[in-house]
């Protein structure tokens, strides 16, 4: 190998090894791969918290931090969260990371497992959310919430759901059906069912008192002694 083409190769080798411990090409393989880091949040600024990656001072703004509101950024100082890098621009020097993707991620695999572990026929207890024309949302006892259709509420005919419940009302309900993540839900059939069982119910005629037992009279009336 001649001399010129060994140290074309070794400058090749240089470059990419210098290319390699850019942070900023490491940071962007993060990007590409939506790699998920574990950080510690550092410091506290307007509108967010810092965390370092690879060395380089990272951006979470509050919005992404939470799936809800951060009222008070002072709680995460210091804490271990999990994050994705969502933007990075090494001319601009900003990058910046969020961990809510994450958070939406994690909460719909909790529903989803929520979702497959109620069974249809199951009757369960809980509290009118919101009433639409259509139904009423159910909030269940297990976090979940479920729609009674309107069809579904009583046994007699109603125009809307807000003829027979109110918001905050405690109902019992039954699944019917489960679909794409989806609980229907419904009233009438626990009240056909108490309707049913009602008529199935037999009257048992009580004897008269004089027609029960033997009177001693007839126990020894062909008892000769």
């Given at each position: 190998m001649s001399e010129e083409l060994l140290q074309t190769e070794t400058m090749a080798d240089l470059e990419e090894h210098f290319d390699d411990?850019?942070?900023?090409?490491?940071?962007?393989?993060?990007?590409?791969?939506?790699?998920?880091?574990?950080v510690k949040i550092e410091g506290i600024v307007n509108g967010g918290v810092i965390a370092i990656v690879e060395g380089?001072?990272?951006?979470?703004?509050?919005?992404?931090?939470s799936l809800s509101y951060v009222e008070n950024l002072e709680e995460y100082l210091l804490k271990d969260i999990e994050v994705q890098v969502i933007e990075a621009d090494q001319s601009e020097n900003r990058l910046i990371?969020?961990?809510?993707?994450?958070?939406?991620?994690q909460a719909r695999k909790e529903k989803e497992a929520l979702v497959n572990s109620v069974v249809i026929g199951s009757v369960m207890t809980g509290k009118v959310e919101t009433l639409q024309n259509y139904g009423a949302f159910i909030s269940l006892e297990n976090g979940l919430s479920g729609l009674v259709h309107v069809s579904q509420i009583s046994d007699k005919r109603i125009k809307t759901p807000a003829d027979v419940l109110e918001v905050g009302q405690e109902v019992n309900v039954k699944v019917i059906g489960i679909k794409e993540g989806k609980i229907s839900l419904s009233i009438k059939?626990?009240?056909e069912k108490e309707e049913k069982e009602e008529k199935v119910v037999e009257k048992v005629e009580i004897p008269k008192a004089e027609n029960i037992g033997t009177s001693l009279g007839d126990l020894f009336k062909n008892i000769k002694l």
């Open positions: 411990a850019n942070p900023w090409n490491i940071i962007a393989d993060y990007l590409e791969k939506k790699t998920v880091l574990p380089i001072r990272g951006f979470i703004p509050a919005s992404q931090l990371l969020s961990a809510r993707n994450l958070l939406k991620e059939a626990l009240i």
